[in-house]
């Protein structure tokens, strides 16, 4: 089975300083990996995703992640924080399901908060 | 464009009654989803349909749970003889058929359920 697990339950950054969300999976082949975010209240907006295209994704707001096979690691970064940014982030892992969809696993998320 | 619609936002019941959730997906997306999320957790998949046909459901998907996609187009959640374990958000989610395993899924804003 595929998972994923998520280093950190909270970070706290200043705002303009970097964020680094940390992510391991376990996958037995190639795997599918996604960051979404959930903001208070509101639902799962997606971030970035890796499909075994480029190692380094872009992705919206800023935040890009590194697929590293040699580390079975899939962190999130971006070079200065904004206030907005603070969020739940989850990082997850995709299987094929019957008929072409995709099961998402998700970690368990970490907490980024932002201070001035 | 509309995205992935819940209804209703917030149910608050008492324990032993029946419930049901509503999600209208993104239009011409034929898959569709269903995750819970407790508190402090990352969302759990609970089923997926493409077009009308059920075609995958975890084991957390007890017999008081039933998800129906009549039409292919909107799906209904119903929770029997409700608990207190139950109250979580219940997150709807699409996506288009278009065969890869990278495929972007949409959510909703989710469905919260408190059972008293």
């Known amino acids: 089975a595929q998972s994923v697990t998520q280093l950190d339950s909270h970070v706290s950054v200043s705002e303009g300083t970097p964020v680094l969300l940390r992510c391991n999976y376990s996958?037995?082949?190639?795997?599918?990996l996604f960051w979404y975010v959930q903001h208070p209240n509101k639902g799962l907006q997606l971030l970035l995703k890796?499909?075994?295209?480029?190692?380094l994704v872009k992705g919206i707001n800023g935040f890009e992640a590194e697929f590293k096979k040699s580390e079975t690691s899939f962190h999130l970064t971006k070079p200065s924080a904004h206030m907005s940014d603070a969020a739940e982030y989850f990082c997850?892992?995709?299987?094929?399901?019957?008929?072409?969809?995709?099961?998402?696993?998700f970690g368990t998320g970490t907490q980024l908060k932002v201070e001035l | 464009d509309t995205g992935v619609s819940q209804d209703p936002r917030h149910k608050i019941t008492k324990r032993g009654q029946n419930v049901t959730f509503r999600c209208d997906p993104i239009?011409?997306?034929?898959?569709l989803y269903w995750y819970r999320q407790t508190l402090g957790q990352g969302p759990e998949f609970l089923t997926y349909?493409?077009?009308?046909?059920?075609?995958?459901k975890s084991r957390l998907l007890s017999d008081r749970f039933s998800a129906e996609r009549p039409k292919g187009s909107f799906s209904t959640l119903e929770i029997q003889r409700t608990e207190q374990g139950d109250s979580a958000m219940y997150l709807c989610?699409?996506?288009?058929?278009?065969?890869?395993?990278?495929?972007?899924?949409?959510f909703g804003e989710g469905s919260w359920l408190t059972v008293v």
């Open positions: 989610a699409s996506s288009p058929k278009t065969g890869d395993s990278g495929n972007t899924i949409y």
């Open positions: 996958s037995s082949y190639s795997p599918s």
């Open positions: 890796y499909t075994s295209a480029a190692t």
């Open positions: 997850v892992v995709s299987e094929v399901l019957t008929g072409g969809g995709n099961k998402l696993t």
């Open positions: 239009s011409e997306h034929n898959r």
């Open positions: 349909f493409q077009n009308e046909a059920q075609l995958e």
